[in-house]
């Protein structure tokens, strides 16, 4: 389809797609890689985009959340 939303979730480091897909509009697209990249994220740095018609709607990246606890007493 000619305005399908083409998306991509990639290692940040070595450019490699770890997840990928179409969808027939921008919201659709955005929630879908925002689901995968969330996911992906965990796991070590990633980068994401999203193009409509070959233009950029969408690109980001995203790294692993470290979390620290400290026990005071």
């Known amino acids: 389809m000619k305005n ?3 998306w991509c ?3 940040a480091d070595s450019g ?3 997840a990928q ?3 027939p509009d921008r919201v ?3 929630r879908e890689m925002t689901h995968y990249a969330v996911q992906y994220a965990q796991d070590g740095p990633i980068r ?3 193009r409509q018609n070959r ?3 969408a690109q980001g990246n995203m790294s692993p959340v470290k ?3 400290t026990t005071i007493q």
Request: aromatic share 8%; net charge negative.
């Open 4 to 6: 399908q939303v083409r």
């Open 9 to 11: 979730v990639e290692e």
């Open 21 to 23: 897909g179409c969808a």
């Open 28 to 30: 659709t697209a955005i």
């Open 67 to 69: 979390e620290t606890i």
């Open 55 to 57: 233009v950029t709607i």
């Open 48 to 50: 994401f985009w999203a």
């Open 16 to 18: 490699l797609p770890v």
